[in-house]
């Protein structure tokens, strides 16, 4: 006799697990470790860029304009528990590189042949592939012209293995020229989350999570302003 696989479980755990109410982290000013309104200088920052890039300061905010590949460190190694919090835009006004995609990050990153100098490989250059041998988060936000958003936890040595769950294609996952948006990342043990304007895009569990590592912003052929970095910490 053919035994039935018991769908009506699997279909009842999903609609209990979608009606778990996850709160938005929240934080005050005391809980700040590191802050940057990008008013003065890039010198919290680590550029790796491709030729034919730039990334400067402009009217009070960090603009990326983008050509081969763009990755910037913030320089301070973080330990969880933390909260990354910052706002970006993508750029559509008709320029070269105005093609909205990409505004994607690392963080909890650890070159394991450089475990305590992330930037001891001089070598990288904003090349995407460089990155792959790193130990660290990934999201990859509006990426492969915004048509996909993804997450991944790269153990380090090459892998980037990806759960079916967390390769989205809905458009209300892919970015929107000239509109800002609010990322907010949760690094607290094996709690690893990001958050984009109050909406939580990823929950996910890690059993043996990485707590400890830099933080960098990722694009690729795109044009990206940043503004008010914060870290903050939060409760153990």
């Known amino acids: 006799m053919k035994i039935m696989k018991p769908y ?47 990334a400067k300061i402009i009217d009070g905010q960090l603009d990326i304009v983008d050509e081969k590949g763009c990755t910037i460190w913030f320089r301070h190694k973080l330990k969880s528990p933390v909260m990354i919090e910052y706002e970006a835009t993508m750029v559509d006004k008709g320029g070269k590189r105005d093609r909205v995609s990409d505004l994607n990050c690392f963080w909890m990153a650890i070159d394991p042949e450089h475990p305590e100098n992330i930037f001891a490989d001089k070598s990288r250059g904003g090349r995407f592939p460089n990155y792959h041998p790193l130990r660290l988060y990934y999201v990859g936000y509006g990426g492969n ?92």
């Open 8 to 54: 009506w479980i699997i279909i009842l755990a999903a609609g209990i697990l979608s009606q778990t109410a996850i709160a938005q982290p929240t934080c005050d000013k005391d809980d700040i470790l590191y802050s940057d309104n990008f008013e003065d200088d890039l010198s919290n920052w680590v550029v790796e860029q491709g030729e034919g890039g730039t």
């Open 145 to 236: 012209d915004n048509s996909t958003t993804r997450f991944r936890r790269y153990p380090g040595g090459g892998e980037r293995p990806m759960l079916p769950g967390h390769d989205l294609r809905d458009p209300e996952y892919m970015l929107e020229g000239n509109k800002t948006v609010k990322i907010q990342i949760v690094s607290d043990g094996g709690k690893i989350q990001y958050w984009r304007d109050g909406e939580i895009i990823y929950d996910f569990k890690d059993d043996n999570p990485y707590l400890e590592g830099w933080f960098a912003f990722r694009t690729v052929r795109s044009h990206l302003k940043l503004d008010n970095f914060k870290v903050y910490r939060l409760e153990e």
